[in-house]
């Protein structure tokens, strides 16, 4: 925890074999300490021995306001010119915009595909459009302000692309890093395939738009707070979708205090199959996630009839969340219907709390406090009796 606010200090022993500042300039990125529920990114600013000083990006930095991903833990370095050394690998400088390449031998020019802009299709304050059967590849879509547009039986790849890393935890919508992009009114994404992404899948915010049928997998490459489905605004609908290799939760229903800003009302989640979660972060996260920080107005977010299912969870078990994760004090969200293994259990508590349940454990942890009482009341008496 150095003096400077913005740096943090990671040791990686390996390093020692370089010289010093081999890797300045790249950025690193890992997760650590007892909750990693976000992975730890920064631009390294220097190396010496063992030591890499780095600055962070995100909203706030690592070793501040909270310590709890302070600590031991695995990572990576990326984008360090000096490291391009092998076929495949790249680098890209974003003060000069030009991309270094190791070309593998048997390839020639012909077979590079790169991404060449950001959005693939623009609907801001668009009305009544209907997209029908396009393939976006390394392009993603945005719908700013839109009323009453349609995008159906589309493929959108790589809608997130890997400078996702420089955004905020929660990814965003001007960069594209939270993926494709919702808001507006009366909005449906319809029978999609929305795959690989760096950052998110879809973010919804606006009112009353619909995500349906949707296929949406291998997203949260970063390990960031970007979610396969991030649903906020007013009366948003995430219905029979697949959702399905995420870093982080499968879907998000916002954060009130943390990094966002932002939370669903009276969201309706129903009949989704969410499966294999949490590949990365693996603290503080779920099948469905919503933290609204004791905000005393009832959300009436609504996850009925979904499945989830293969929370992975690296090493992580005890402090993990695999179903319907309402956190640090979320009032008033209806969860019921719905289906999981259950294989974890937070902190070695019980799978499913319910307010009656919560009761039920309160009375029996206060009755068997009163009768340890009386029976030390008891014991004492019979002592006094003795002497």
């Keep these: 925890m150095p003096p400077e606010p913005d740096q943090s200090i990671v040791k990686i022993a390996a390093l020692e074999d ?11 990125s890992g ?32 070793n501040k306001q909270n310590t709890t991903r302070m600590g031991a833990g695995k990572g990576y370095i990326i984008n360090c010119l000096a490291a391009l050394d092998a076929p495949e690998e790249w680098f890209w400088d974003p ?20 991404r060449h802009r950001l959005w693939g299709l623009d609907l801001r304050e668009r009305k009544n459009v209907v997209v029908e059967g396009l393939h976006f590849k390394a392009a993603s879509i945005r719908m700013d302000d839109a009323v009453g547009c349609e995008v159906r039986d589309c493929e959108v790849l790589y809608p997130s692309p890997w400078t996702a890393f420089m955004a905020t935890d929660y990814g965003g919508r001007v960069d594209a890093s939270c993926g494709v992009y919702v808001s507006g009114q009366g909005n449906r994404l319809w029978r999609n395939r929305i795959a690989h992404s760096w950052g998110g899948g879809v973010r919804m915010e606006g009112s009353d738009n619909i995500l349906e049928q949707c296929l949406i997998e291998d997203i ?32 998000d229903g916002g954060q009130r205090g943390f990094g966002v800003g932002r939370f669903g009302w009276e969201s309706d989640v129903r009949f989704n199959l969410v499966m294999d979660l949490a590949y990365l972060a693996s603290h503080d996260v779920g099948g469905y ?82 009768r340890e009482r009386a029976e030390k009341q008891k014991a004492r008496a019979l002592n006094a009796t003795v002497d």
Aim: proline share 3%; net charge positive; hydrophobic share 35%.
């Design 31 to 62: 997760m650590h300490g007892r909750n990693p529920f976000t992975a730890c990114t920064g631009r390294i600013l220097s190396t010496e021995g063992e030591v890499v000083k780095v600055f962070a990006f995100g909203h706030r930095p690592w």
């Design 289 to 370: 996630y919503v933290n609204t920080q004791g905000l005393p107005e009832p959300l009436k977010q609504v996850i009925a009839y979904n499945t989830f299912t293969g929370f992975q969870g690296y090493g992580f078990g005890v402090h993990a969340a695999g179903l319907v994760y309402s956190d640090n004090g979320t009032q008033r969200l209806i969860a019921h219907g719905n289906v999981s293994e259950l294989k974890f259990r937070r902190r070695g508590g019980i799978d499913v709390i319910s307010r009656e349940a919560w009761e039920r454990e309160k009375a029996r942890k206060i009755e068997e406090t009163e």
């Design 95 to 114: 003060e000069q915009k030009r991309l270094y390449l190791y070309v593998p031998g048997a390839v020639g020019a012909s077979a590079i595909e790169l």
């Design 220 to 251: 949260g490459w970063l390990g960031r707070r970007t979610a396969g489905v991030q649903v906020w605004g007013l009366r948003n609908h995430v219905l029979r979708n697949v959702i399905r290799r995420v870093g982080n939760s499968g879907i």
């Design 18 to 28: 370089y010289p010093d500042n081999y890797f300045a300039g790249a950025v690193y």
